[in-house]
């Protein structure tokens, strides 16, 4: 079997060609396609887990409630379980998308000791997570048919702490424009746009969380956002 190598993870030849070929916003589509979920997980709009129970299906966490609280030496902890039905090659993967954030964040997710707030890293159907701090015992969804990749876990982890996805920013139109008439009708809602609190940052068009261009498009030469320069 041929193989490919990133940062120190071996990966069987066609994961790696799909890794270089496909987008996050594609790998998501392709590993949550046709999912049939078990009673006991969530109800899941898209890759986003909503907690009905608590009145939290509409909430997008644009509010200060919902974020992971910032200590006295200004990191963010945000504690963390894992699955034991990873193997070896899958928990690197996950612990590299973990430790990427330290580098050039202040969040910091550490191994849970006994915090009541916490993710839990499992391999359910497909890919998902809430969005922000649920309160006590979370699911982070990293199904190992279709889940593990370095920005599919950023990804994910990055709904965790509150982000949603870069498309649907209050702000968009000012850098994208959505072709809705391009769009599969069930899939429009990944275009709804939610009130975030940008605090000033710079729309990012090469983030894991904006989906590809042609994502959910009828007509993929036409796509189903533009932007000037083709930026994305």
Known sequence: MHTGKKAGVVFPAEQFHM???LSVGELLERANRDIVRSPDEPTVVGD???DVENGRNADPCTSTGCKWPK???GLVYVPYVIANHFTSRELQV???GL??????TCIRFVPRYNERDYISIESRSGCYSYVGRLGYGQTVSLDRSGCIYH???QHELLHALGFNHEQTRSDRDNHIRVVWENII???KYNFDKIATLNQGTPYDYDSVMQYHRTAFSKNESTGSMSAEHEKI
């Open 19 to 21: 890794i270089l070929v």
């Open 48 to 50: 986003i887990a909503v």
């Open 71 to 73: 200590y006295s030496d």
């Open 94 to 96: 996950i612990q590299r």
């Open 99 to 104: 430790d990427s954030f330290a580098s050039v």
């Open 151 to 153: 920005n599919t876990v």
């Open 185 to 187: 009708e069930d899939m």
